[in-house]
């Protein structure tokens, strides 16, 4: 060790120093340090060393796993107000075809070229949509049991393994999704 | 300066949560931080306690080094350490029954070392009060400047320089009895 580290002693002395001579104070200072040069402290045990080091490795590896699941919360996170914003924007596509479809329509004995509605009437109608299309009724259970096991995700539950199970999810979704738009 | 990037690249290599980074950074102070935390509270079993909390506790606050003396960091993440350790009341407690211990016992005391002038040093630093005994530990292990010890301390340089001096001067009196 290099107590003094290698400072000029007097010279900080004859600056801050008091009534008592600077060599003479700074003298004070290296004999001081050469007391705990000469009986220095005991040595650290090297089992002690390597216990150290394992809490350290431990510590690190935990901090790793925390932080994985912060990013995969965050990512379902995204993912559902993603899947949000496009069921909304679904919707309100169906909407205006809907209206434009009305809009269009010029009664029965019209020469215009017969249309089929996106949504039949007995649906536009219905008041309980589960009861009346049975098609409909799956997919909206799908779209719940999807949105379930994101919330799952994001909770931790299940034993769920973060990442690969949010890709399968997003899997899920389109294939959910584009079946919708099949009809 | 070839040290100094040495330490710079093993800082970064910490920050990025290497754990060869840290376990060469244990290997590099380990001995100063146990040195400094033994002459703090002369227990073996407590310095092996507060040697490892600081390390653990390096993990979580590496990010916060920002570049200047890393040993000031270091020793001042340290300090707090054991500052810490100090504030729980029944670890108080013990320390001071310890202490007395150490006081009024002379050689009938069968030694924990062989070596009779280490445990001289360790109980004419307990006649000392805390913050001496604290700020000339700290100044020989830490290896800092008065400069850096001042700014640690946030007190002006010439406090600093009067108390280690009064300090080491007091502990060579005791040392030569």
Redesign the interface.
């Known amino acids: 060790?290099?107590?003094d580290?290698n400072?000029n002693l007097e010279g900080?002395?004859e600056?801050?120093?008091?009534s008592e001579p600077a060599q003479a104070?700074a003298e004070?200072?290296r004999?001081?340090?050469r007391?705990?040069k000469?009986?220095?402290?005991?040595?650290?045990?090297q089992q002690?060393?390597a216990?150290?080091?394992a809490?350290?490795?431990r510590?690190?590896s935990v901090?790793?796993v925390t932080a994985f699941r912060i990013t995969a919360g965050k990512k379902v996170t995204v993912f559902r107000i993603t899947a949000a914003k496009v069921a909304a924007v679904a919707a309100v596509l169906v909407v205006v075809a809907a209206i434009g479809l009305k809009i269009f329509d010029t009664g029965p004995n019209s020469d215009a070229t017969p249309t089929v509605a996106l949504i039949p009437a007995a649906i536009w109608d219905s008041n309980d949509i589960a009861a009346d299309d049975a098609v409909l009724a799956g997919l909206i259970a799908e779209v719940n049991e999807i949105e379930g096991e994101a919330l799952a995700l994001q909770l931790g539950e299940n034993g769920g393994n973060g990442y690969s199970d949010l890709s399968e999810l997003e899997m899920d979704y389109v294939e959910t999704n584009s079946d919708f738009w099949k009809g | 300066m070839a040290e100094i990037d040495v330490l710079g690249q093993i800082i970064q290599g910490c920050k990025a949560g290497e754990p060869e980074s840290f376990n060469k950074l244990i290997d590099i102070y380990a001995k100063r931080c146990y040195g400094y935390f033994y002459r703090l509270c002369g227990s073996s079993q407590t310095c092996d306690d507060l040697l490892s909390e600081l390390f653990v506790k390096l993990v979580a606050k590496i990010g916060t080094f920002r570049g200047g003396s890393f040993e000031g960091w270091l020793f001042k993440t340290a300090s707090n350490v054991f500052h810490d350790y100090l504030r729980d009341k029944h670890q108080q407690r013990k320390l001071l029954e310890h202490r007395a211990k150490q006081l009024q016992s002379e050689s009938t005391e069968p030694k924990r070392t062989e070596d009779p002038q280490i445990d001289n040093l360790q109980i004419q630093l307990a006649k000392l009060d805390a913050d001496t005994r604290e700020l000339i530990t700290l100044r020989y292990y830490s290896q800092l400047s008065f400069k850096e010890l001042a700014k640690m301390r946030a007190e002006p340089i010439g406090t600093t320089l009067a108390k280690v001096h009064r300090g080491l001067k007091k502990l060579r009196g005791l040392m030569e009895q």
């Open positions: 060790m290099k107590p580290n400072e900080m002395f600056i801050f120093g008091d104070s004070d200072i004999q001081g340090d007391i705990f000469d009986y220095p402290a005991p040595q650290q045990p002690l060393i216990a150290v080091k809490k350290v490795a510590e690190l901090r790793k």
